[in-house]
């Protein structure tokens, strides 16, 4: 059966890089493997807008928020995380399992931290080393003020991390200008990949804390990666078909700039959160993310039947809510290669399914606004 | 330009494996996925020969590596490592990373380690946690007597860690019936596919050791593995793609049953074997794998420029030697989906660089036992 995807990972991916994974394999340890691999990680550097290294490690995201834990912190260490969803709690995961202190800054799910509390917690506690927050948390699809924290956090000792796996190439991120010290992502969302790569951006600052971590690390270390990137490689053998297949979306994401990439991808979010609203539905989030938009499922209907319906009857792929949301919300990715058409063909299927369901709104008022683009 | 991979590992990938993989992608967490992954789990279980649970990793087989070091080790326990080339060398480096101490059993290249020598090394040593080997060193080709090592190590309290990265379904494995405790293996070797997915089967014995083991990981911890595992599940995002791969590799693999997929890989084996020593060239192993043959280079002969020509001008990849093997051994793989056919057109075109750069054999006797496949 026919399946459009509109989940926040995995995104659709394009044919052209469908087609260049599809290659019969080349070996890795080779002058063209190497040039595909720099042309891949040059790019990379446009979309993190960072002159920092940048890692590219063969695992889900969650290998690379670990990452940004083992390889700055020490068992005994203190550090800030932002939890608003459940990408949040996974910081404090971590933390918990090498012995690091992970003192919560816990927010309403739906709602974005506000940056003096991080001020305010950075100033009650002392020593800490590292604040974890994310670009765009995935569970809550809402966009983190990276900007104005970062500016709060440059004041400290501390680091600034931020996981955006979810977020890259659609929520807006300066990682120098604002100076954002670790950036962590992930292949399956903005750009386009199966899952199977995640990144971390790593900056001089926290570089200052690498050679003091005392986590144990192997697989993940930052040394390792730096090492073997200096050579333009990768210490361990790296998921191949996925690095060429990085620089296929990326050549797509750059064709004609990323600001333009960016604002198409903006004024679908725009529209589709518009489109939501039309339909007498309420937006989840206080702070809406670019990359997906998160609607609450109306009184009185079942949210996982909706899900269901939409799949079952139509092939379009919303993804519902986590834990305490199961049920209440639903989720509509617009990031990565989704475009306008897709976004009418899965609001066409909403509005069918509302419908069956007895939710009252104007037939069409999902489409209008989308109709435009 | 067309390119023959003979490589120890990426090996070529099936085209029904390309073609499934080339697929737009699916969902993971659905019913969908799940049924692929159980496929492709179930199938793995009769390559591996075992009824152990077996995990599934996002990453290069080195993950799998550490995962079979972390989660069974405390740092300043004692573990033997079986050292013959660089895939033995790797758990030394990955123990040390973690404070456990590893005891070297170092062998001369290219030969296996003798059984007695383990049973010796476990008698004088206290306390020894795991033993570290190989089932085929991929550096030297050369296959390690697990089934016997095994044997000695089951008398003992120490559990036996296979690296079986480059040997699964080329050299004979028996997980249970030797009692092998864990079993290490990756992706991009004889399963046919490219890197990413990573493999650890755990027995009854090593689970013993988890819930005590005290290096930290998360990641790549057996006990989230296990937890999702059970509901049909990985902890974290898998490499989709490369799953749905892994279910059409093994069909291949299992189309006429397992034992005659590696009866045929034998015979190729034995005829490449053969081959070598009928152009006049010695076999680096004193072991030798059925998965990768290595050949010295001969006397006076340029190996690295060997290998170059051979890519340069016949799209033909050979392996060259690592570190001090470098220039002194080329390594042609037989493993996974290459045929007599692809072992033919490698050895027509190692003829004729072998004659261009004055090495004195009969023309054609390359070929002699390859063409009787």
């Known amino acids: 059966m026919k399946r459009l995807l509109l989940t926040p990972g995995p995104t659709p991916i394009p044919p052209d890089v469908l087609g260049a994974m599809g290659e019969p394999i080349i070996h890795h340890r080779t002058a063209e493997y190497k040039e595909i691999f720099k042309e891949a990680n040059d790019n990379l550097h446009k979309v993190f807008k960072t002159q920092n290294d940048i890692f590219t490690f063969t695992s889900s995201g969650t290998g690379a928020m670990e990452a940004s834990v083992v390889n700055i912190c020490s068992p005994g260490d203190k550090v800030i995380v932002v939890r608003g969803g459940k990408f949040g709690e996974r910081f404090s995961d971590i ?22 509390a991080v001020e305010v917690l950075l100033k009650a506690k002392k020593k800490v080393k590292a604040v974890y927050m994310s670009l765009c948390e995935t569970a809550t699809a809402t966009a983190y003020d990276v900007k104005a924290i970062a500016k ?8 600034l991390v931020v996981d955006a796996i979810s977020g890259l190439a659609a929520d807006e991120l300066k990682t120098d200008e604002w100076g954002v010290d670790i950036v962590v992502a992930g292949s399956q969302k903005g750009l386009m990949l199966p899952p199977g790569l995640s990144f971390c951006s790593v900056s001089k ?16 270390c930052f040394k390792g990666m730096k090492k073997a990137l200096d050579k333009g490689d990768t210490p361990f ?64 209907l079942d949210g996982e039947a909706l899900i269901k319906d939409l799949r079952k009857k139509h092939g379009v792929w919303f993804a519902g809510g986590q834990a305490a949301l199961k049920g209440k919300i639903f989720r509509i990715a617009h990031m990565g290669s989704i475009r306008p058409s897709d976004m009418r063909e899965g609001f066409a299927a909403l509005e069918d399914i509302l419908k069956a369901m007895g939710h009252k709104f104007e037939p069409g008022s999902g489409l209008k606004e989308l109709k435009k683009l």
Chains 1, 2 share one sequence.
């Open 95 to 116: 933390s918990k399992f090498y012995g690091v202190e992970a003192i919560p800054l816990d927010i309403e799910w739906g709602t974005a931290p506000d940056p003096s």
């Open 237 to 300: 053998t790296p998921a191949i078909t996925l690095v060429i297949g990085l620089r296929e979306s990326l050549k797509i994401i750059l064709a004609d700039g990323l600001d333009k990439f960016m604002a198409r991808n903006k004024t679908l979010a725009d529209a589709t959160r518009k489109a939501v609203k039309d339909l007498g539905l309420e937006l989840f989030s206080k702070r809406p993310s670019d990359a997906v938009t998160a609607a609450k499922v109306p009184d009185g």
């Open 205 to 220: 600052k926290a570089w200052g804390l690498v050679e003091s971590a005392r986590c144990p690390r192997f697989y993940l």
């Open 152 to 159: 709060v956090v440059a004041q400290t000792d501390a680091v």
